[in-house]
């Protein structure tokens, strides 16, 4: 049972507390709600923008990451299309330097010429390195405008393309900063061993006197239901031929999405899962493969994507993978195989939540949620799947109507 706190400023500022006696290191997390999906179709990679710019400096203070260092700290973020995340790990007698830092870079950005052309040519050098330059950089980028024709989730967090980063305008930049970076539009969480009433009096004596903002109330087009297979065939410098069939499945707080996960790690979380055994080890059609889930809070993906093995064509595999496919609908897994599967969600679960920084992390992601105290149902909801479940929802999200697939062909393998 994950233990916290949770109370909110004046200025709309959500804050949870837990506290954590086995450590001397303390978390500031910061997470706002504003991710790729609340950006215009015109203005893309805004958000992962943000992330860079955040650490530009503030009128205050001119570099960021300098202060945290003396004070022992370390320091990250990262963007997805739901949010942005924003961390600090430090000693837990320094945290002020942490909140002196985050509480004010969230008062007062520095918006400088400067600042916004170093952080635009970093973007851009990332969208080319490892996106464009890289062997299977772009699936992202073909991928979700097969997958997604209206929901904003049809972009990648690095943008839809270069240009619109290139093009980004101070007053751009400054609106974006106003409508999205806000105490009403954030959530922090404090982690270590603090008393509550202490990281109260800290919180407010940082935060107190933010402009609340306005909360950003999105209103996004809803993604049509898929009726209709989808296929897309690039052509890539890459070493073998991939496949990435892409599953649409609920969002995040679907009574099935923690089932749908677990149908996931059968299909293709490791070596013994359904697909490796038959695909890879028995039929030897594949080097590689393996299935996840984007875990999006709007409608998601069930991915399973791979290599090939030299000399065998996409219509053998497919032929072979819709048949497993099909053998999985109708052959409920047994109980010995959901034990296994079960055992390792257990096993990784409670190694991700031996560490500090990831409690605090889940603890935002669930209070965004709306309803934080599912992060402590999370582990009887996964007890109480039964194989019976896996096989409802397999019928369910594995149909060929709702899946979209894309080939990646090797240019030498062209015909």
């Known amino acids: 049972m994950l233990k916290y706190d949770r109370f909110t400023l004046e200025?709309?500022?959500?804050?949870?507390?837990?506290?954590?006696?086995?450590?001397?290191?303390?978390v500031v997390n910061t997470l706002y709600d504003v991710g790729a999906r609340d950006e215009s179709?015109?203005?893309?990679?805004?958000?992962?923008?943000?992330?860079?710019?955040?650490?530009?400096?503030?009128?205050?203070?001119?570099?960021?990451?300098?202060?945290?260092?003396?004070?022992?700290?370390?320091?990250?973020?990262?963007?997805?299309?739901?949010?942005?995340?924003?961390?600090?790990?430090?000693?837990?007698?320094n945290i002020e330097t942490a909140l002196w830092l985050e509480s004010d870079r969230m008062l007062s950005l520095a918006f400088t010429e400067k600042s916004l052309e170093v952080q635009r040519n970093v973007v851009i050098e990332e969208f080319k390195q490892r996106?464009?330059?890289?062997?299977?950089?772009?699936?992202?980028?073909?991928?979700?405008?097969?997958?997604?024709?209206?929901?904003?989730?049809?972009?990648?967090?690095?943008?839809k393309e270069l240009s619109h980063i290139e093009d980004a305008t101070m007053s751009d930049v400054k609106a974006f900063f106003k409508k999205h970076y806000s105490p009403a539009n954030a959530i922090l969480c404090i982690a270590g061993n603090f008393e509550l009433d202490e990281v109260k009096a800290l919180v407010q004596?940082?935060?107190g006197e933010?402009?609340?903002?306005?909360?950003?109330?999105?209103?996004?087009?809803?993604?049509?239901?898929?009726?209709?297979?989808?296929?897309?065939?690039?052509?890539?410098?890459?070493?073998?031929?991939?496949?990435?069939?892409?599953?649409?499945?609920?969002?995040?707080?679907?009574?099935d999405f923690f089932t749908i996960d677990t149908l996931s790690d059968a299909l293709g979380r490791d070596k013994s899962s359904r697909l490796y055994l038959s695909l890879k080890k028995e039929l030897n059609l594949v080097s590689s493969i393996s299935a996840y889930i984007t875990g999006s809070i709007d409608e998601g993906l069930l991915v399973i994507s791979g290599k090939l093995n030299d000399g065998v064509s996409f219509d053998t595999f497919d032929n072979?993978?819709?048949?497993?496919?099909?053998?999985?609908?109708?052959?409920?897994?047994?109980?010995?195989?959901?034990?296994?599967?079960?055992?390792?969600?257990?096993?990784?679960?409670?190694?991700?939540?031996?560490?500090?920084?990831?409690?605090?992390?889940?603890?935002?992601?669930?209070?965004?949620?709306?309803?934080?105290?599912?992060?402590?149902?999370?582990?009887?909801?996964?007890?109480?799947?039964?194989?019976?479940?896996?096989?409802?929802?397999?019928?369910?999200?594995?149909?060929?109507?709702?899946?979209?697939l894309l080939k990646v062909k090797a240019k030498e393998n062209v015909k």
């Not at 709309?12 to 001397?24: E, Q, S, Y």
């Not at 003396?70 to 790990?89: H, R």
């Not at 209103?219 to 892409?246: C, M």
């Open 41 to 93: 179709e015109d203005k893309t990679g805004f958000a992962h923008l943000f992330e860079h710019l955040m650490f530009g400096g503030s009128i205050n203070i001119e570099d960021f990451d300098s202060p945290l260092q003396l004070a022992g700290g370390e320091n990250n973020a990262f963007t997805s299309n739901d949010i942005t995340n924003y961390y600090d790990v430090l000693p837990a007698n």
């Open 320 to 404: 072979a993978f819709w048949n497993e496919l099909d053998a999985f609908k109708t052959n409920a897994i047994s109980t010995s195989e959901l034990e296994k599967i079960m055992n390792k969600i257990r096993t990784s679960k409670e190694f991700e939540d031996m560490g500090i920084l990831n409690r605090a992390m889940n603890l935002c992601s669930y209070e965004l949620l709306g309803d934080i105290s599912l992060i402590n149902k999370e582990s009887e909801i996964y007890n109480n799947i039964t194989a019976d479940d896996i096989q409802r929802v397999a019928k369910s999200v594995l149909q060929k109507s709702c899946c979209s």
């Open 11 to 26: 200025n709309g500022l959500t804050v949870l507390f837990h506290k954590d006696t086995t450590t001397p290191l303390a």
């Open 131 to 159: 996106y464009l330059n890289q062997p299977y950089g772009d699936v992202w980028l073909e991928l979700r405008p097969l997958v997604y024709k209206t929901h904003p989730y049809k972009w990648a967090t690095i943008g």
């Open 205 to 207: 004596k940082w935060y």
């Open 210 to 255: 933010i402009p609340a903002g306005i909360k950003y109330n999105r209103n996004l087009i809803k993604e049509a239901k898929q009726t209709e297979f989808r296929e897309k065939v690039i052509e890539r410098e890459v070493p073998a031929n991939a496949f990435y069939y892409a599953f649409k499945m609920p969002d995040r707080l679907h009574p």
